[in-house]
């Protein structure tokens, strides 16, 4: 198993850029993280009547203003993305960035994601549905990053001669990590993903404790380990990110309760955990001071 032990962020679509939007992503890499991410959706949650803006437009931007960090989505999804425009968008960004692009990729939710698209007498996909289209859509996002003309007609995503040059700078495309708990998405993430991405257990978010919340991520890592070990692959190679905010606790509450938090969840095998950039009065709101102290500090305390 790898010893890796990285810290990235996650900065939400919600700032404009030339009005502190852009300062923030240059302050993460002052501050020393691995990656910068953002969320990929239409709208989300709290935060639907504010200001919220296009994830590759917005990573663009950042990959202008950066040179070292990382950069990705946690996550885009099938709910209104197709494979074909997003392979364009991905090898644009990845060719700006100088390749420094991860695509955090899942199969979508319930939320303004799954209903935006859809006529009001619509229904949503239903979770098999949403699995059935994230089968065929890593899959075929990964031939178009690959190679540089692809056709093939699936049931629900065709590509027709669609072209891909000069493919990725990032070779053989850029990595994806997949964002999974079931059994089909781990199946995706042991095949395709270079990395796997977690957010715990939602189930114990509301009522659950720490120690059942590690025990649930320890199972989805076991289950990951199988998926890997079914198509001949060794889990060790992917890394595996640890989305914060969504477990039992408030681990960012300080330094020394991120450490203990960080700590644990690096020895059940994360090589990668990624915090929310602080957003006042919301649920991602946190001291700005321990915040820097938890980029900062949190690592060396943890060698």
């Known amino acids: 198993m790898t010893s890796t032990r990285r810290l990235s962020t996650v900065i939400l679509p919600i700032h404009r850029w030339h009005n502190g939007g852009r300062a923030l992503w240059a302050r993460a890499e002052e501050l020393g993280f691995h990656a910068a991410y953002t969320y990929d959706h239409l709208a989300w949650r709290t935060f639907r009547d504010g200001p919220w803006f296009g994830a590759v437009p917005t990573l663009t931007a950042a990959a202008a203003s950066t040179e070292r960090l990382r950069l990705g989505t946690l996550v885009t999804s099938p709910n209104f993305r197709h494979p074909v425009t997003l392979a364009k968008e991905l090898i644009t960004l990845d060719d700006i960035s100088g390749g420094r692009i991860t695509l955090g990729i899942g199969a979508g939710g319930t939320g303004f994601d799954a209903t935006t698209l859809r006529r009001s007498d619509e229904e949503p996909w239903?979770?098999?549905?949403?699995?059935?289209?994230?089968?065929?859509?890593?899959?075929?996002?990964?031939?178009?990053?690959?190679?540089?003309?692809?056709?093939?007609?699936?049931?629900?995503?065709?590509?027709?001669?669609?072209?891909?040059?000069?493919?990725?700078?990032?070779?053989?495309?850029?990595?994806?990590?997949?964002?999974?708990?079931?059994?089909?998405?781990?199946?995706?993430?042991?095949?395709?993903?270079?990395?796997?991405?977690?957010?715990?257990?939602?189930?114990?978010?509301?009522?659950?404790?720490?120690?059942?919340?590690?025990?649930?991520?320890?199972?989805?890592?076991?289950?990951?380990?199988?998926?890997?070990?079914?198509?001949?692959?060794?889990?060790?190679?992917?890394?595996?990110?640890?989305?914060?905010?969504?477990?039992?606790?408030?681990?960012?509450?300080?330094?020394?309760?991120?450490?203990?938090?960080?700590?644990?969840?690096?020895?059940?095998?994360?090589?990668?955990?990624?915090?929310?950039?602080?957003?006042?009065?919301?649920?991602?709101?946190?001291?700005?001071?321990?915040?820097?102290?938890?980029?900062?500090?949190?690592?060396?305390?943890?060698?």
């Not at 692809?150 to 994806?176: D, H, K, M, S, W």
């Not at 309760?257 to 095998?269: E, I, Q, S």
């Open 126 to 303: 239903t979770p098999r549905e949403r699995a059935d289209h994230f089968d065929e859509f890593v899959p075929l996002l990964d031939r178009l990053l690959r190679e540089p003309s692809v056709t093939q007609e699936g049931r629900f995503y065709t590509a027709n001669e669609a072209r891909n040059i000069p493919g990725c700078v990032q070779r053989p495309r850029l990595p994806f990590a997949v964002a999974a708990t079931g059994p089909r998405g781990l199946k995706l993430a042991a095949r395709h993903g270079q990395a796997w991405v977690t957010t715990g257990d939602p189930k114990l978010f509301e009522s659950g404790t720490p120690d059942q919340s590690v025990t649930a991520v320890r199972g989805q890592i076991d289950r990951l380990g199988a998926a890997c070990e079914a198509v001949g692959r060794d889990a060790a190679v992917l890394d595996k990110i640890l989305l914060t905010g969504f477990t039992p606790g408030r681990p960012l509450r300080s330094l020394d309760a991120f450490v203990d938090f960080a700590g644990t969840h690096f020895d059940l095998g994360f090589t990668e955990i990624v915090v929310h950039w602080p957003v006042p009065d919301s649920v991602f709101a946190l001291d700005a001071e321990v915040f820097e102290q938890i980029a900062t500090e949190a690592l060396a305390q943890l060698r």
